[in-house]
């Protein structure tokens, strides 16, 4: 069981992932072709970093864009977690993962989530990330994304 950076070859189960979730459904709506193309993309750039385990089955999924933010700072794109490995534990290792790996460069990390997610806001504001402004009809018309940052405190 361990993390390791993505590549093609694990393509499908990462779409599958993302697909079953409830994020996949809200942002790609079950369009499959546009979540792989998403997904692709950012396999190339190397910035998806998945958990598995000890036959080497994905479960669990980060993706980082390391200047997303304001060309500046890392900016998790999204978090998702097998749905049927939830609540062990592993969102909460993903995060922590890349925070020691982006905090050795960057001393601000920052994320967008969605009001309707109230599991996710809950995990971040756990791991200190702080609340710091919303975005009405940001990615959707009606409903509203919450700018969320964690800081290095030195
Ligand atoms: C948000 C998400 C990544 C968390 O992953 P996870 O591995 O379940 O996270 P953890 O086990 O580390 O912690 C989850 C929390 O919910 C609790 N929990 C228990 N059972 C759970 C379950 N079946 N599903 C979700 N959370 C559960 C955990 O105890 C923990 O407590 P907390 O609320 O005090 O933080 C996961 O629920 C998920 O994939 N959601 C869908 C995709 C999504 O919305 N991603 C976030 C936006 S990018």
């Not at 792989?36 to 980082?64: F, M």
């Not at 864009?65 to 794109?77: L, Q």
Request: with cysteine.
């Amino acid at each position: 069981m361990y993390i390791r950076i993505a590549d093609e070859l694990d393509l499908n189960s990462i779409v599958k992932i993302i697909n079953n979730s409830k994020l996949g459904l809200r942002y790609f709506e079950n369009d499959t072709n546009k979540l792989e193309r998403v997904i692709k993309t950012a396999l190339e750039k190397k910035e998806i970093h998945i958990r598995v385990d000890d036959n080497n089955k994905c479960l669990g999924v980060l993706q980082v864009n390391h200047d997303g933010a304001f060309d500046k700072y890392p900016y998790i794109h999204f978090l998702v977690v097998h749905e049927c490995e939830r609540g062990k534990g592993i969102g909460t290792e993903l995060l922590r993962y890349m925070e020691d790996v982006l905090h050795e460069k960057t001393r601000k990390i920052f994320l967008l989530v969605g009001t309707w997610n109230v599991e996710a806001q809950r995990l971040y504001a756990r791991l200190g990330y702080r609340a710091f402004c919303a975005f009405d009809n940001f990615y959707k018309l009606g409903e509203t994304e919450v700018l969320m940052v964690k800081e290095r405190m030195v």
